[in-house]
C-alpha cells in the first residue's frame, strides 16, 4: 500500500476540482488531485454547451443583470440558495472569471468583425468555440493548466473512504488505483469534495460512468450533514433512442447570433414549449419544460419515456450551425434537418441538493471536509459557480491550513476499508454481476423515485433499498478476482455508494411535503412557500436519519405566494 503526504487532497478534476488545485498550488500550497477518470475528461464539466454572462459584462444592461439574478435565484435553484452568497459569485464571475480564462488562451467565439457573439435576449450566454461544446476547450485549458503547474495528481484512482484521526477530523482519502488495483491512501490537512451531482442513479441519466455519488456516500460516512437531496433536476428533452445517446440534448436555450431555440410538439404534433414564447426569463428552462411535459402526460399526449418531438423545424438551418452544435445529432441519425423533430424523452440532470457547506468558509460539518462544484448543497451549479466554488474554497483553506497538526490516521480504519473493498472483490455470490445490480438500483429509482413521487412508491423504494442492501448485495457474482483493471470490482464498490445515496434522497423527497420546480409529489401537489421555503437538512441520528428546516433568507427576490399548484408556478 502506498501512503502519500501532501497539504490538500482534492477529490475530484471537474470545473470544482481543478480550480481549487489551481488556487492552492498559486498560493503555496500542495494540492494533490484524485479522479476517478481523467482530471479535466470526466464528470459533467466537460458537457457545458452555455456559458451564462453574469452582472454588466459584455455590455449587459442593468435589466439583464438584474435578469441573469433573477434567472439564478428563481429558476435554477426555487429559492434555496442564499442570496447574498448569489450575488457574491454574480459579482466574482463579472470581475474575473472570464478575464481570467480568456487571458489564459480560451477563445469565445467572435463574428467576423472580432466582436464576441452573444445569445440576445434576457439573459445572455457565450460560447467557448461553438455553443454546445464549450466546456470540451474549457477542461481542456484546465487539463494543461494544471499539467504546467506540475499538480500532483491520481487519475482513474477511485476515493472509496474519507480517513478521520482520533478527534473525527478528516485527515486522509482511501483510494483504489484502478488500473494497477493498488491501494493509496492520500494523508492531508485538509480535503476537498468536489465530485459533481450528475449521478447516474436512474436509468436514464446526464452523468458519466464514474458518476455514481460517491462524494455523497462518502461524506454521509464521516459524518456530514446533507441538505435538499430530494431536488432533482431533469432535462425534458434529450434524445429517446439509442440509449447511449440518453445525454444528448435538442437544446432549449436561446441560441447565440439568433432569438430563436428548439421547440417542443407532443405526440399530435401541438407544440407545448417554446421558450421565447413560454417562458424567455428562464435561460435554461428545464424546469418550465418539465412542467409543460408534464401536462402533456396527464393528458396523455406524451411520456416520461418519449412520444414527444424536439427541434429546429421553425428555424433558417444557417441560423443554427453557424454557432451552435445543435445541428450534429440531427445530421448524425441521418434525418432531415431543420425539418425533422427528433424523438425526446426525460433524463435525470443533476442534483440541486448535497453536502451542507458553511458558505462563508465552503466547510462541511465535519472538521477537514470541505466541499467545492456540484456536491454541495448551496447551489444548483453552473460551470462558473462551481469555478467559483474553486476559488471560495482554496481561499477559506489557505486562511486556515496554518496551525493545523498532522495527525495519524488510526491504523485501524485504514484496515477496516482494506478489509470492506477485499470482501466485495472476493465475493463469491451466484447472484446479480455488479453492473446488473446497478441497472436494478437505477430501475427501483426510475419507477418510484422518478419524475412523479409520492409516499407510498418512496415507501416501496425504502423497502427495495433495504431489500436489495440485505439480500442481493451479498449475493453479487464478480468473475473477474484480479486487482488490475478490474472493472467489475469497481462497479461493486460504485454499488454500494448508489445504494447509500439513493435511500438519503428517498427519505428527503418523503420528508419534503409539497411540490417545488423539479420536485414533484402527486400527493402534495402545491408549492407551500409558508412551510417548505427551506433547507430540508439531514443529519445522521444514532442509526437513522433526523431532519431539520432552515429558512432562506430573502432580501432580493420573493416568491409572492404562500401557495399555488406547482405546475402553475412559473418556475
Ligand atoms: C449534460 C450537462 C450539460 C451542462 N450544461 C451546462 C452549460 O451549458 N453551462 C453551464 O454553465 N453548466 C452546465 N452544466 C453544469 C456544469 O457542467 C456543472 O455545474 C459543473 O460541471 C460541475 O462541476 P464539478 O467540478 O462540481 O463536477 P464534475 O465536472 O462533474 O466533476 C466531478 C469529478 O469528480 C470525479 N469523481 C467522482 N467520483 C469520484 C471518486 N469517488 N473519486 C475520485 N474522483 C471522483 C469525476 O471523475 C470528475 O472528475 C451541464 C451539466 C451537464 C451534466
Not at 409539497?514 to 417548505?532: H, V
Request: aromatic share 8%; charged share 25%; hydrophobic share 35%.
Amino acid at each position: 500500500m502506498r501512503k502519500i503526504t501532501t497539504d490538500v487532497a482534492v477529490i475530484g478534476g471537474g470545473a470544482a476540482g481543478c480550480y481549487a488545485a489551481l488556487c492552492l498550488h498559486n498560493k503555496g500550497i500542495k494540492p494533490l488531485i484524485i479522479c476517478k477518470g481523467l482530471v479535466g475528461k470526466s464528470g459533467a464539466s466537460l458537457f457545458a454547451g452555455n456559458l451564462v454572462l453574469s452582472g454588466r459584462l459584455l455590455g449587459n444592461t442593468e435589466e439583464q443583470a438584474k435578469n441573469t439574478a433573477e434567472f439564478l435565484i428563481k429558476y435554477h435553484n426555487q429559492f434555496l440558495i442564499d442570496q447574498q452568497w448569489a450575488r457574491r459569485c454574480g459579482e466574482w464571475i463579472e470581475k474575473n472569471y472570464y478575464r481570467e480564462l480568456e487571458e489564459a488562451g480560451l477563445y469565445f467565439r467572435r463574428d467576423d468583425e472580432g466582436n464576441i457573439v452573444t445569445s440576445p435576449g434576457k439573459i445572455r450566454s457565450i460560447a467557448a468555440n461553438v455553443q454546445g461544446n464549450s466546456g470540451v476547450p474549457f477542461m481542456d485549458l484546465r487539463r494543461k493548466q494544471i499539467l504546467r503547474a506540475g499538480i500532483e495528481r491520481l487519475e482513474e484512482t477511485t476515493a472509496t473512504a474519507l480517513l478521520c484521526d482520533e478527534d473525527g477530523r478528516v485527515g486522509g482519502v482511501f483510494c483504489l488505483d484502478i488500473l494497477n488495483g493498488e491501494y493509496v491512501v492520500v494523508l492531508a490537512k485538509a480535503v476537498i469534495m468536489a465530485t459533481g451531482y450528475s449521478d447516474r442513479l436512474h436509468v436514464r441519466s446526464t452523468g458519466t460512468r464514474e458518476m455514481s455519488a460517491d462524494g455523497i456516500a462518502l461524506a454521509w460516512r464521516a459524518g456530514a450533514t446533507l441538505v435538499n437531496m430530494e431536488m432533482q433536476w431533469w432535462h425534458t428533452n434529450d434524445a429517446a433512442y439509442p440509449p447511449s445517446w440518453q445525454r444528448i440534448q435538442i437544446y432549449p436555450n436561446p441560441m447565440l447570433g439568433s432569438e430563436k431555440s428548439a421547440r417542443m410538439v407532443n405526440a399530435q404534433g401541438e407544440e407545448f414549449f417554446n421558450q421565447q414564447r413560454d417562458d424567455p426569463l428562464a435561460f435554461g428552462p428545464y424546469t418550465v419544460q418539465l412542467k409543460a411535459l408534464a401536462k402533456q402526460v396527464h393528458a396523455g399526449k406524451a411520456s416520461y419515456e418519449g412520444g414527444y418531438y424536439a427541434g429546429f423545424d421553425h428555424c433558417d438551418p444557417k441560423e443554427v450551425e453557424t454557432y451552435t452544435t445543435y445541428a450534429k445529432p440531427f445530421h448524425q441519425l441521418g434525418l432531415n434537418f431543420p425539418g425533422d423533430m427528433l424523438e425526446t424523452a426525460v433524463t435525470s440532470h443533476y442534483r440541486q441538493g448535497g453536502i451542507d457547506v458553511d458558505i462563508a468558509t465552503m466547510r462541511s460539518s465535519v472538521p477537514g471536509l470541505y466541499v467545492a462544484g456540484g456536491v454541495g448543497g448551496h447551489s444548483n451549479g453552473l460551470i462558473a459557480l462551481a469555478t467559483y466554488d474553486g476559488f471560495s474554497v482554496a481561499e477559506s483553506i489557505a486562511n486556515n491550513l496554518d496551525g493545523i497538526p498532522s495527525k495519524d490516521i488510526p491504523q485501524q480504519s485504514i484496515d477496516r476499508e482494506v478489509k470492506r473493498l477485499s470482501f466485495l472483490r472476493e465475493s463469491g455470490g451466484n447472484g446479480l454481476s455488479p453492473v446488473q445490480l446497478k441497472e436494478k438500483i437505477r430501475k427501483m429509482m426510475w419507477k418510484k423515485a422518478g419524475v412523479e413521487k409520492n409516499e407510498s412508491d418512496l415507501r416501496s423504494a425504502l423497502s427495495d433499498i433495504e431489500e436489495i442492501r440485505n439480500h442481493v448485495l451479498p449475493d453479487v457474482r464478480i468473475m473477474n478476482k484480479t486487482k488490475s483493471v478490474n472493472y467489475e470490482w469497481l462497479d461493486a464498490i460504485d454499488a454500494v455508494n448508489m445504494l447509500d445515496a439513493c435511500e438519503l434522497i428517498v427519505q428527503s423527497s418523503l420528508e419534503r411535503k409539497e411540490s417545488r420546480g423539479p420536485f414533484f409529489r402527486q400527493d402534495f401537489p402545491l408549492t407551500d412557500n409558508n412551510e417548505w421555503l427551506c433547507a430540508n437538512v439531514l443529519k445522521k441520528s444514532g442509526n437513522g436519519v433526523r431532519f431539520e428546516r432552515r429558512p432562506y433568507e430573502l432580501p432580493f427576490f420573493q416568491p409572492g405566494f404562500a401557495l399555488r399548484d406547482n405546475l402553475e408556478v412559473p418556475w
